[in-house]
């Protein structure tokens, strides 16, 4: 007759590992974000938003109360190079 809790170790490893790992992912994601919680349903001008924030200040999530950009501004476009057509 098999012992009804000889099965709760494996359970309780694997359980465990689910943990760990959606921890470790919370973790990640929380200091990947500067330290704030993810943003979900962005659409598109929260997007260009977030671009224009991360050329002023080289973050994502940061924001800057200056009212005069950087000079580095200025020359970091968000357009990026095209190939050259040929006719």
Same mark, same amino acid.
């Given at each position: ?21 959606? +921890? *470790? ?6 200091? !990947?974000?500067?330290?704030?919680? =993810? ?5 598109? /001008? ?10 002023? +200040? *080289? ?6 109360? !200056?009212?005069?950009?950087?000079? =580095? ?5 968000? /357009? ?8």
């Amino acid at each position: 007759m098999p012992v009804p809790f000889e099965s709760l170790l494996p359970f309780a490893i694997i359980a465990g590992m689910y943990v760990v790992t959606a +921890t *470790g992912l919370n973790v990640t994601r929380y200091y !990947s974000n500067d330290r704030k919680p =993810g943003r979900y349903g962005l659409d598109l /001008w929260e997007n260009q938003m977030m671009e224009r924030d991360r050329r002023l +200040t *080289g973050s994502k999530r940061g924001q800057s109360d !200056s009212p005069i950009a950087p000079a =580095g501004f200025a020359t970091n476009s968000i /357009w990026y190079l095209e190939k050259q057509r040929t006719h």
